[in-house]
């Protein structure tokens, strides 16, 4: 399957430099990504996977 690039999708920056920051040895970068809700933003047809819908007090637990 090839890429085919959403339109209205930004191009990926060509000038990139090389960061300043030092971060200490180990580290890593743990995040999360929040969705939704689905009625209110919902995914396009195309997207194949589907997310559940938590509050959020249950991830802060």
């Given at each position: 399957m090839a890429?085919?690039?959403t339109p209205?999708?930004?191009d990926r920056y060509a000038g990139p430099s090389?960061?300043?920051l030092q971060v200490p040895?180990?580290?890593v970068d743990a995040h999360c990504h929040v969705f939704g809700?689905?009625?209110?933003f919902?995914?396009?047809?195309?997207v194949n996977t589907r997310h559940v819908t938590h509050r959020?007090?249950?991830c802060m637990r």
């Open positions: 890429f085919e690039k209205g999708s930004l090389k960061p300043r040895t180990g580290v809700p689905g009625a209110e919902p995914f396009a047809q195309s959020m007090s249950s």
